[in-house]
């Protein structure tokens, strides 16, 4: 089992910029691949960006190209998504998933609210 959690959420005015993490616990870390993913009101969910077990692979939804970052700290067992230049439809709860490879995601987070104002 991998337990995550989610943190660093919260409202910010669009062009601003916010760090999210999940911190990882449980199973070695190292081992899983890890994506972010965001689901906005009456939507479905939608991958963001995805990063490899090493952290050498990483890749983005053409959405937040360029805007956003995924990096992981496999010392300390997290992941973060560095979010610039937000924009309203950024709003949505977004997710870490933990999986052996992008697209298989067994474990979840229960998720942080972003919330990007116009």
């Known amino acids: 089992q991998v337990q995550l959690v989610e943190s660093g959420g919260g409202l910010v005015q669009a062009g601003g910029s916010l760090r999210l993490s999940c911190a990882a616990s449980g199973r070695t870390f190292s081992n899983y691949a890890m994506g972010w993913f965001r689901q906005a009101p009456g939507k479905d969910r939608e991958f963001v960006a995805h990063i490899s077990w090493t952290g050498s692979n990483t890749f983005y939804a053409d959405s937040v190209k360029g805007r956003f970052t995924i990096s992981r700290d496999n010392a300390k067992n997290t992941v973060s998504l560095q979010m610039n230049n937000l924009k309203p439809q950024d709003t949505a709860v977004y997710y870490c998933?933990?999986?052996?490879?992008?697209?298989?995601?067994?474990?979840w987070g229960q998720g942080t609210q972003v919330t990007v104002s116009s």
């Open positions: 998933a933990a999986g052996a490879v992008y697209g298989s995601y067994g474990y």
